[in-house]
């Protein structure tokens, strides 16, 4: 595959898409069974509170993949993706209920570099609060 948009078409501030991404404790059991990681702070609420958490939180590696789809959707390309790096600020809180929570993910240009080659910065929020800071992602573009 090929990136779909062109580094010619692209200037510093070009906004992508912005997405948002439901999590529920059910997403968080998938991804547990995936990924290998069962530390129960992500499934077990009475575990999670009894260790400070407010209650069951994602993963953080979850909310760091679920913030990059807005990049990989953007291009049409995951191996687009040369670089990509991120702060782990927040937690992302998965209530117990029907909805869960909601990961709310922007992104723009903030740099063109060499080699057809751009920085994105995503910001990346749940609950109000910024979950990931530093966020950023360098893509290669057609």
Same mark, same amino acid.
């Given at each position: 595959?090929?990136?779909?948009?062109? $580094?010619?078409?692209?200037? @510093?501030?070009?906004?992508?898409?912005?997405? !948002? #991404?439901?999590?529920?404790? +059910?997403?968080?059991?998938? $991804?547990?069974?995936?990924?290998?990681? #069962?530390?129960?702070?992500? &499934? /077990?609420?009475? #575990? +999670? =509170?009894?260790?400070?958490? *407010?209650?069951?939180? +994602?993963?953080?590696?979850?909310?760091?993949?679920?913030?990059?789809?807005?990049?990989?959707? &953007?291009?049409?390309? *995951?191996?687009? @993706?040369?670089? $990509?790096?991120?702060? #782990?600020? =927040? *937690?992302?809180?998965?209530? /117990?209920?029907?909805?869960?929570?909601?990961?709310?993910? !922007?992104?723009?240009?903030?740099? =063109?570099?060499?080699? /057809?080659?751009?920085?994105?910065?995503?910001?990346?929020? !749940?609950?109000?609060?910024?979950?990931?800071?530093? !966020?950023?992602? @360098?893509?290669?573009? +057609?």
């Amino acid at each position: 595959m090929t990136a779909k948009i062109a $580094y010619d078409d692209v200037e @510093v501030g070009t906004e992508l898409p912005a997405q !948002s #991404f439901p999590v529920t404790r +059910a997403t968080l059991v998938q $991804y547990a069974g995936a990924s290998g990681d #069962f530390n129960p702070i992500h &499934w /077990n609420e009475k #575990f +999670a =509170k009894e260790v400070g958490l *407010p209650d069951v939180i +994602a993963h953080g590696m979850f909310t760091m993949a679920e913030a990059i789809r807005v990049v990989t959707d &953007w291009t049409g390309d *995951p191996a687009a @993706v040369v670089e $990509y790096g991120v702060r #782990f600020t =927040k *937690p992302v809180v998965v209530p /117990n209920d029907d909805k869960g929570a909601t990961i709310e993910v !922007s992104g723009k240009v903030a740099a =063109k570099l060499d080699n /057809n080659k751009v920085r994105v910065d995503l910001t990346v929020m !749940s609950a109000g609060l910024k979950v990931l800071g530093m !966020s950023r992602a @360098v893509v290669r573009l +057609a």
